[in-house]
T-cell receptor, first 115, second 114 residues
Framework: KAGVTQTPRYLIKTRGQQVTLSCSPI?????VSWYQQTPGQGLQFLFE???????NKGNFPGRFSGRQFSNSRSEMNVSTLELGDSALYLC??????????????FGPGTRLTVL | AQSVTQLDSHVSVSEGTPVLLRCNYS??????LFWYVQHPNKGLQLLLK??????LVKGINGFEAEFKKSETSFHLTKPSAHMSDAAEYFC????????????FGTGTRLKVLA
């Protein structure tokens, strides 16, 4: 079974731009969660989507948004980029999602650099 | 509220010696606990998972962890370190109550000396 895939793997943007990251979950998984990883803040939960609905949300500003499609693929969008948004963005998929304390399987991440 | 504390930010061991990475958790309910490993520039890989079955959990690559409710601990161990074990390790707690979240510890960077 193919693992979680994320595209692109690397991105360089400038302040004020917007960016869209993509995540394809493991086949059959309906939950997709997004995390931001930085050296200073560690791993922080952004949001979770399950069956095309946002089910959980972390403490991030509204510039961070996401969506999930009917095939469970998910996209994350960050608008009006700031230098502090430079991070590794990780996507994780699971069968039932966080509500079932299901095991999450992580993708390799997208490294976003904001200049 | 749930939380997780990894007691050491860095651990160094010699190759062939035991590994101990410490994790304490706080949870109002029966938690699920996980250990993940992250190699440089890679995503997180699941090492093992505890979900209220056996308290001693065996994972991949010779790692195991013991759930001790009385000590609220879930320490990760390995009898003999290998150079390829050098990575960052994350302890995670999750519980099915209220808002559902996966809470990560701050990570322990394991260095293996030749």
């Amino acid at each position: 079974k193919a693992g979680v895939t994320q595209t692109p793997r690397y991105l360089i943007k400038t302040r004020g731009q917007q960016v869209t990251l993509s995540c394809s979950p493991i086949s059959g998984h309906r939950s997709v969660s997004w995390y931001q990883q930085t050296p200073g803040q560690g791993l922080q939960f952004l949001f979770e989507y399950f069956s095309e609905t946002q089910r959980n949300k972390g403490n991030f500003p509204g510039r961070f948004s996401g969506r999930q499609f009917s095939n469970s693929r998910s996209e994350m969008n960050v608008s009006t980029l700031e230098l502090g948004d430079s991070a590794l963005y990780l996507c994780a998929s699971s069968l039932g999602g966080l509500a079932d304390t299901d095991t999450q399987y992580f993708g390799p991440g997208t490294r976003l650099t904001v200049l | 509220a749930q939380s997780v504390t990894q007691l050491d930010s860095h651990v160094s061991v010699s190759e062939g010696t035991p590994v101990l990475l410490r994790c304490n958790y706080s949870s109002s309910y029966s938690p699920s606990l996980f250990w993940y490993v992250q190699h440089p520039n890679k995503g997180l890989q699941l090492l093992l998972k505890y979900t209220s079955a056996a308290t001693l959990v065996k994972g991949i690559n010779g790692f195991e962890a013991e759930f001790k409710k009385s000590e609220t601990s879930f320490h990760l161990t390995k009898p003999s370190a290998h150079m390829s074990d050098a990575a960052e390790y994350f302890c995670v707690v999750s519980e099915t109550s209220g808002t559902y979240k996966y809470i990560f510890g701050t990570g322990t960077r394991l260095k293996v000396l030749a």
